[in-house]
């Protein structure tokens, strides 16, 4: 399956409740108080979109964007999200990965943030550790691959179509490779708060191992034999 359509199925389920990576919620936690943030739409210059267009998602919560592409969300204190500026049809246009919700909290959503989020959505990617987001969210901001994907995602949405679509061969292919880069760019010591995957293993001759590198905590080696 395409990168891009596993991007956009993770986004529709979070867009429903929230940013949920590894692991649930346990009912006899507390509620987490609801707070209202706020922040910014900015869409690509050569847009044919009006702000008015756009809706403002972040999990349970629903917004709408002004004409200055201004908005106010509502959102769980401290519990991270993923913010989706989508048309009234539901497609998505922007969207951005919110860390730490907080009450007055502001952030942008725009082409640099959909990027980042939609490297952070790849399933060898995504973390909702609190301990973690940040230094993810940070290794990717890193990535030079990154400005292909922005560039990638800007062209999508100044075409015809207006939005993201699943299936669009220059955002996925320029997503691979910002999504291999993040995984090949670990080092057998992570530094704290990347998610500790292991570089790639040396592949024996005549012998190969696909995925090469450390997902969900395993990883496969090669003992000998024949099979």
Same mark, same amino acid.
């Given at each position: ?22 692991? @649930?919620?346990?009912?006899? @936690? ?39 592409? #201004? ?22 246009? /922007? ?9 007055? &909290?502001?952030?942008?959503? @725009? ?5 980042? =989020? ?21 290794? #990717?901001?890193? /990535?030079?691959?990154? =400005?292909?994907?922005?560039?990638? #995602? ?13 299936? @669009? ?5 320029? /997503? ?8 090949? &760019? ?29 997902? &969900? ?7 000998? &034999?024949?099979?």
């Amino acid at each position: 399956m395409k990168a891009i359509q596993i991007a956009c199925m993770i986004v529709a389920v979070m867009a429903a409740v929230g940013l949920s990576c590894s692991g @649930d919620k346990k009912s006899t @936690d507390p509620a987490p108080e609801v707070i209202t943030m706020e922040g910014w739409v900015t869409l690509p210059y050569e847009s044919e979109l009006y702000y008015s267009d756009l809706s403002i998602g972040f999990g349970a919560h629903d917004s709408t964007v002004d004409d200055y592409g #201004i908005f106010a969300i509502d959102g769980n204190e401290g519990l991270p999200g993923l913010a989706i500026a989508s048309l009234q049809s539901g497609a998505p246009v /922007l969207m951005s990965i919110v860390p730490n919700p907080t009450d007055g &909290g502001l952030f942008d959503v @725009d082409v640099h943030t959909t990027a980042v =989020a939609l490297v952070f959505l790849h399933p060898f990617v995504c973390t909702d550790n609190p301990e973690f987001i940040d230094g993810v969210l940070a290794d #990717i901001e890193s /990535l030079s691959e990154l =400005a292909a994907l922005e560039a990638a #995602i800007e062209s999508t949405l100044t075409q015809q179509t207006l939005t993201l679509e699943a299936e @669009d061969e220059a955002v996925t292919d320029a /997503l691979g490779d910002a999504v291999t880069a993040y995984v090949n &760019g670990f080092t057998s010591s992570p530094a704290q708060g990347m998610a500790g995957r292991s570089p790639a293993i040396e592949q024996v001759e005549g012998i190969e191992i696909e995925p090469s590198y450390q997902v &969900g905590g395993l990883q496969l080696r090669w003992k000998g &034999g024949d099979s």
